[in-house]
């Protein structure tokens, strides 16, 4: 390995380097990792550790081996209630790893150096939130980004950057993507994870294929929806949750005033329009409510979706819809699910979602997940650990499943040096 370059980068298969192509014992690593997790907004602290959980294997593998390490990481944007420090993401870090991830409170500055300087074999620290440095998110090319304050003063301290941050794919900043021109880079093992599982299910699922669609952002899960629903290898495609009633509601059924209210902004005439034709074009393969669970008074009431009344709200799909949806998964190779089909934080509409995640595991297909609300509803019914595949990935899902370039994919692919 090292300078001879003896282990081929085409051992990972996907264009990048691995952590499997290079010796790092000793050596000063850069590890950009995605820990940007939801925040209480009242007690500014962390609502959900999952994502930096996600982030320990890489991180323990490179201590393991003999690695200096130092981590760069975001947290909100400036101006937002979540930009907050990245003190309790270490305390988080060290827990999980069961060894102690030194917060520093500087990015690129002397003491940020020291500190790097200081670093023993096994030992790692955590830099300031990098979205603190103005640089950090103006949309540039790599190799625009490598001539940034942040590229320039830290790249000379270290022999490897590793970016292992997944969820953050879809955004080309300068902490994700300034480091691959001038440092020898890596993908990180959740990286690696991630895109090796998330092409091949996307790509190549194993058929019948289905992909469930619930939460409430129908203009954003419209174009991928439209997407795969092209592809000659998704055989159905399911909308749920909100963004199914306002499916149906751009096909110009009536499903409730209070439920059309939540969706108002989302259905411009130009998504109604494409919904339509969408609709028209995927019979068959695309499949929306058939009934629906809506509030009475707080009571969990069920309507054919021609039925809902005038001023309803509709909080889940009902019973017909769920068993007809479980007939879909049970016969499925494949399951993916974004965003849960009702309601679930409130018992009297977790049905459509509690079924829906009975039927994925009790399937023998492979099933994903992905996004922060679908892991909370695995969590909740008991799913997670019978799940095949849980993703990191929310925006940088989305942008992989509609097959756009992700900019930390390709940057990673650019980079051929080694050391
Ligand atoms: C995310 O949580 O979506 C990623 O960490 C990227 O953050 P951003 O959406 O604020 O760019
Ligand atoms: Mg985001």
């Known amino acids: 390995m090292g300078a001879s370059g003896s282990r081929s980068r085409t051992i990972s298969g996907m264009g990048f380097y691995t952590l499997d192509d290079f010796d790092v014992r000793g050596k000063r690593i850069l590890l950009r990792i995605d820990v940007n997790s939801p925040v209480d907004e009242r007690t500014l602290r962390l609502v959900d550790g999952s994502k930096i959980r996600s982030s320990v294997p890489t991180l323990r593998e490179l201590l393991d081996r003999g ?15 979540d930009f907050i420090p990245l003190n309790e993401h270490a305390a988080f870090l060290s827990q999980y790893l069961g060894r102690r991830v030194k917060y520093i409170d500087d990015l690129f500055g002397s003491y940020a150096l020291k500190a790097i300087g200081n670093l023993g074999e096994g030992e790692a620290i955590l830099l300031k ?25 830290l790249a000379p301290a270290f022999d490897l950057f590793v970016n292992d941050a997944f969820g953050s794919s879809h955004r080309s900043h300068a902490s994700l993507v300034g480091f691959t021109p001038v440092l020898p880079s890596a993908a990180g093992r959740l990286m690696e994870r ?86 028209e074009k995927h019979r068959g393969k695309i499949r929306l409510p058939l ?13 054919r979706v021609d039925q809902i009344p005038s001023d309803a709200s509709a909080k889940d799909i009902g019973s017909k819809t769920i068993e007809e949806f479980r007939e879909i998964i049970m016969g499925s190779r494949t399951v993916f699910l974004s965003g849960p089909p009702g309601l679930f934080e409130k018992e009297e509409f977790a049905k459509g979602t509690r079924e829906l995640f009975n039927a994925i595991v009790d399937s023998e297909a492979f099933s994903v997940i992905g996004g922060g609300h679908s892991s909370a509803a695995a969590v ?28 930390v994919v390709e940057a990673l692919r650019a980079s051929t040096k080694k050391f």
């Open 291 to 303: 009934d629906a669970a809506i509030d009475v008074e707080g009571k969990r009431h069920e309507c």
């Open 380 to 407: 909740r019914f008991d799913a997670m650990d019978r799940i095949s595949y849980v993703s990191t990935g929310g925006g940088a899902l989305e942008r992989l499943m509609m097959g756009k370039q992700m900019p």
């Open 194 to 279: 991630e895109v090796k599982t998330l092409t091949r299910v996307f790509q190549t699922p194993s058929r019948p294929s289905t992909f469930i669609f619930g939460g409430t952002k129908f203009a954003d899960a419209l174009p991928v929806v439209e997407r795969l629903a092209d592809r000659e290898t998704v055989d159905n495609v399911l909308v749920a949750g909100l963004a199914g009633y306002a499916f149906l509601s751009a096909l110009g059924k009536k499903v409730g005033s209070k439920t059309e209210q939540l969706m108002s902004k989302d259905l411009t005439a130009e998504v109604v329009a494409s919904a339509k034709s969408l609709f």
């Open 129 to 153: 939130n990098v979205r603190d440095s103005p640089e950090e998110q103006a949309k540039k090319s790599p190799e625009e980004h490598a001539e940034s304050m942040l590229v320039k003063q």
């Open 67 to 81: 690695a200096k390490v130092a981590i760069l990481a975001h947290q909100g944007r400036p101006g937002d209630y």
